[in-house]
């Protein structure tokens, strides 16, 4: 059983995004100071799926490297004139809605920071914005429930969604189907609901590894 990849999402308000496909990162612009990446995933984009910060993003480094994240989020990137155009382990950008603005690049390392943030940093009055590599959540896929077969034949309730298996070698039926909330006791009810009297979840069944 697999959880599918969530295809769309919405970029909240206050923030900008940007779908890298190729690395499965949707980067994240906040408006604010003072917040993390895990913050700014989290709050950034809302759907069907969570979003968490990137940890094993690899840093663009330098200006011709992150160009294509940022006309992707719409503005030209130029060297920061502070600091050697470094934010350390962070993505800063200049603050603003104009289309060339100052960038400091993550030269001292080679993973972004989920839990380092710009505070208040400034050069000659100039603020900043961070720029976040976001992934989706991992998805806990729903069970297979396992059902004891006491008699035959066994139904199944294909037409409700329902697929079922039956294991000769140690009288099981197996059933995928159901809501991601329901447990293997009413997927077995469901699912073979014609002769209901006959099947129970198996809860002695060894898990396979």
């Excluded at 968490?52 to 060297?79: M, P, R, V, W």
Aim: hydrophobic share 30%; net charge negative.
């Amino acid at each position: 059983l697999c959880a599918n990849k969530a295809q769309s999402f919405t970029c909240n308000e206050g923030y900008t995004c940007f779908e890298e496909e190729a690395n499965d990162v949707v980067w994240v612009m906040a408006g604010g100071t003072g917040s993390p990446c895990s913050d700014v995933c989290e709050s950034g984009i809302s759907g069907s799926a969570e979003f968490k910060c990137k940890s094993d993003q690899i840093t663009y480094k330098n200006k011709e490297l992150f160009d294509h994240i940022a006309q992707g989020l719409g503005y030209d990137c130029n060297n920061g004139s502070c600091w050697n155009s470094s934010a350390g382990n962070m993505m800063w950008v200049e603050r603003g809605d104009h289309e060339n603005r100052n960038c400091y690049f993550p030269k001292d390392a080679d993973l972004y920071s989920c839990s380092a943030t710009n505070n208040n940093a400034n050069c000659f009055g100039e603020r900043y914005q961070m720029v976040c590599p976001c992934e989706q959540s991992a998805q806990v896929p729903t069970p297979a429930p396992i059902c004891s077969v006491e008699s035959d034949p066994f139904p199944c309730n294909e037409d409700e969604g329902f697929s079922c298996w039956k294991d000769n070698n140690n009288d099981i039926v197996w059933v995928m189907g159901g809501g991601i909330f329901d447990n293997c006791r009413d997927t077995c009810l469901s699912a073979l609901d014609e002769h209901s009297e006959f099947y129970a979840c198996k809860s002695d069944q060894p898990i396979h590894m």
